[in-house]
C-alpha cells in the first residue's frame, strides 16, 4: 500500500458572474492543503475551453481529462439553481467518462436558501452513479450562503465549517484511499466485469 499522498482536486461547478460558490470552493481548497495526507488544485470550469455546439467525449478538454484521470477523487462544489445543478456544470462532467471509474467523490452544496443545495446534492446522486464515481455519505452543506462570508471572502463561522470539513475529509480519504487500492490490486477481469460502464 503507498503512502503518496491522494489527488484530490476541487471542482468550481459554476461560471455564474458574483458566483459565491467561488469563496465555498477557495475555503475548500485552502483547509485540504493543509493536510500532508492530500494533494489538491482549483478546477473552475469557467477555465475549461469547451465547446456548447456538442456534448460528450467528443468535446473533451485535454487538460480536465488528464487532471481527473490523475485524480484519486473528486469534491465538487455545486450551487443548487432551481433545486438542480447548474447545466455548464454537467456539460463539463459529461465530457469524461472512463476518467472517472471507482474514484470516490464528495458533494457539497450551495444555496442562497436555507437548506445548504440539499436538492442540488440528491439532483447530482444519480448523474455520480452513471459516471462511475462512488459517493461518500457525508455532505457539505453552505447555507444562506450569501451571510457566510466576509468582504473579503472569509468564512465568518470558520470553527462550525472546519469540523465539518474535518468529518467530510476524513470519511473522502478512507474511500479513496480504499479505492486507489482497489483499482491498482483487485482485477476484474476473473468476474466478467468491465472497467468502462457498458450499460448506457
Ligand atoms: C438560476 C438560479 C436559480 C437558483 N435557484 C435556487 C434554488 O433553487 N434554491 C436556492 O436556495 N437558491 C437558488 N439560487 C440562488 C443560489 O443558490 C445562490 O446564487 C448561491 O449564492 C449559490 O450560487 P452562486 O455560486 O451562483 O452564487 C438560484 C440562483 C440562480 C442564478
Redesign the pocket.
Known amino acids: 500500500m503507498t503512502n503518496t499522498p491522494l489527488f484530490i482536486p476541487v471542482i468550481l461547478g459554476?461560471t455564474?458572474q458574483?458566483?459565491?460558490?467561488?469563496y465555498?470552493a477557495k475555503f475548500i481548497v485552502e483547509q485540504i492543503a493543509i493536510r500532508d495526507d492530500v494533494e489538491t488544485e482549483l478546477i473552475d470550469i469557467r477555465n475549461i475551453p469547451i465547446t456548447t455546439k456538442d456534448a460528450g467525449e467528443s468535446i473533451k478538454d485535454s487538460l480536465f481529462s488528464a487532471t481527473v484521470e490523475r485524480a484519486d477523487g473528486l469534491i465538487i462544489v455545486a450551487?443548487?439553481?432551481?433545486?438542480?445543478y447548474?447545466g455548464l456544470l454537467k456539460h463539463v462532467l459529461d465530457t469524461c467518462l472512463k476518467e472517472y471509474i471507482h474514484k470516490a467523490v464528495g458533494l457539497c452544496g450551495?444555496?442562497?436558501?436555507?437548506?445548504g443545495?440539499t436538492?442540488?446534492i440528491q439532483n447530482l446522486l444519480p448523474v455520480m452513479r452513471e459516471l462511475g464515481l462512488i459517493t461518500i455519505f457525508y455532505d457539505l452543506n453552505f447555507?444562506n450562503?450569501?451571510h457566510l462570508f466576509d468582504e473579503h471572502g472569509n468564512l465568518i463561522d470558520k470553527q462550525t465549517y472546519l469540523r465539518r470539513l474535518e468529518q467530510f475529509m476524513n470519511e473522502l480519504v478512507w474511500m479513496s484511499t480504499v479505492l486507489r487500492y482497489g483499482r491498482r490490486e483487485v482485477s476484474l477481469e476473473k468476474k466478467g466485469s468491465t472497467q468502462v460502464n457498458d450499460t448506457k
Open positions: 459554476t455564474r458574483g458566483r459565491q460558490s467561488e465555498v450551487p443548487e439553481y432551481n433545486h438542480g447548474p450551495v444555496s442562497a436558501g436555507p437548506f443545495g436538492r442540488v447555507g450562503v450569501q
